[in-house]
């Protein structure tokens, strides 16, 4: 027994650094990209890209770079944004490297021990899928009110 929890453990942390790892360099990869590439898609003809959109990210991940980088992490459509936009804003590497190593632990921490503990639970086995859906939809519900927030606040204006 003794020798089966020491090889379980030894897992988990073998997990957790490899998704650790995996987390930050894909992250970086990602600002990188948009640093060196992004900005050559912002021009004043564009529909999409308008220069004046850069320039908000700019004062953006000035402001929230930090935090969003962090925040980014657990909501799962925005996390695949917001590294590529904080290098097109050009958001300092240092200050970027740190905030995705601390995002990047905490997100793999959370979710491998969250797994790890939960997973032995006979309610959680049997009704996975359902937990899959409530996690997505608790994960997006911020967002969504934000976005609908801003949609109200728009039309109020026209």
């Known amino acids: 027994m003794l020798i089966k929890s020491y090889v379980i453990c030894y897992n988990v942390v073998w997990l957790f650094t490899a998704f650790t790892f995996g987390a930050i360099i894909g992250d970086t990869v990602n600002y990188w990209i948009g640093h060196l590439l992004g900005r050559r898609i912002f021009h004043e003809k564009s529909r999409f890209f308008k220069k004046e959109y850069l320039t908000e990210a700019e004062k953006f991940y000035g402001k929230h770079g930090g935090k969003t980088i962090i925040i980014?992490?657990?909501?799962?459509?925005?996390?695949?944004?917001?590294?590529?936009?904080?290098?097109?804003?050009?958001?300092?590497?240092?200050?970027?490297?740190?905030?995705?190593?601390i995002g990047g632990v905490a997100w793999v921490a959370i979710f491998l021990l969250a797994g790890y503990f939960f997973g032995s639970?006979?309610?959680?086995?049997?009704?996975?899928?359902?937990?899959?859906?409530?996690?997505?939809?608790?994960?997006?519900?911020?967002?969504?009110?934000?976005?609908?927030?801003?949609?109200?606040?728009?039309?109020?204006r026209s």
């Open 121 to 156: 639970i006979a309610l959680v086995k049997s009704n996975l899928s359902l937990i899959i859906i409530g996690i997505i939809f608790i994960s997006l519900f911020p967002a969504g009110l934000r976005f609908f927030g801003y949609i109200l606040k728009n039309r109020k």
């Open 72 to 101: 980014a992490r657990f909501v799962p459509i925005i996390r695949t944004f917001a590294p590529f936009v904080a290098g097109i804003g050009r958001m300092s590497y240092s200050r970027f490297i740190t905030y995705n190593i």
